[in-house]
């Protein structure tokens, strides 16, 4: 009996070992940056996700057109310009990588939200991204210190409200499943948008189509266009 008793002893010390180590080694992978050769890093314990790219504040603050100031962060090999923040991380991939760290994306708006935003009758253009909520951080060297996302405007047309950050997903569109095809690779969205993956809840697209604000970036807070940064999403109880 005393041999079994000091056997399970040693196993139990071996077994708190192990777990130390796991834990050293989660919390190693919850703090690695993200980098252009490793733009996306998965931490399901901390349940973040990290990514690499490149911010654009001058850029955004001077685009014009029919998505000015509309897209907060975008995959660079899709069709959506003028991005604060562009990433070499495609839009699927980062949905997926959301799933990965226990995220339910919504999945309830209607593609007609852009397509009819136009059209003031429409209650298409009034709906809201739902979903799983986030917190976004952005970082870059020199500013060590996470920044919460809304930090970092001078301005936006939710003021006073802050941002909602929903795992909207939009992953079954049709340009997503059709081979080749030219999709938007919207990741985050300022506004609630049928084909970002996350979207910014508290304003919908026709908000954007009829509130005179804008966001503007603080361009005397971020760094000079073509800075890279980090970009951490955070699911919230």
Not at 34 to 41: G, H, I, K, R, Y
Not at 44 to 65: C, D, M
Not at 143 to 154: A, D, G, M, S, V
Not at 214 to 231: G, I, Y
């Amino acid at each position: 009996m005393k041999r079994h008793s000091l056997a399970w002893k040693f196993y139990a010390v071996c077994l708190s070992v192990v777990c130390l180590l796991e834990g050293c080694a989660s919390l190693a992978r919850a703090s690695q940056p993200a980098t252009p050769e490793n733009p996306l890093v998965i931490s399901p314990g901390s349940k973040q996700v990290t990514l690499y790219g490149v911010i654009y504040p001058g850029r955004f603050n001077r685009s014009e057109g029919d998505e000015a100031r509309y897209h907060l962060l975008t995959w660079k090999g899709g069709h959506s310009k003028n991005a604060l923040i562009e990433t070499p991380v495609d839009d699927l991939a980062f949905h997926d990588a959301l799933i990965k760290i226990g995220g339910q994306p919504g999945n309830t708006l209607s593609m007609k939200a852009w397509t009819q935003r136009t059209d003031p009758t429409n209650p298409a253009s009034r709906q809201k991204a739902s979903g799983s909520r986030f917190a976004v951080f952005l970082s870059w060297r020199g500013e060590p210190k996470r920044l919460p996302i809304h930090h970092i405007f001078r301005s936006s047309p939710s003021d006073p409200q802050l941002p909602v950050w929903n795992f909207e997903g939009n992953r079954d569109r049709w340009f997503n499943r059709v081979p080749f095809a030219l999709r938007p690779g919207c990741l985050v969205c300022l506004y609630s948008c049928p084909s970002g993956k996350l979207s910014n809840g508290g304003l919908s697209i026709a908000d954007y189509m009829t509130r005179p604000g804008r966001f503007q970036a603080d361009t005397e807070r971020l760094p000079p266009d073509k800075t890279p940064v980090q970009v951490t999403f955070e699911l919230l109880p």
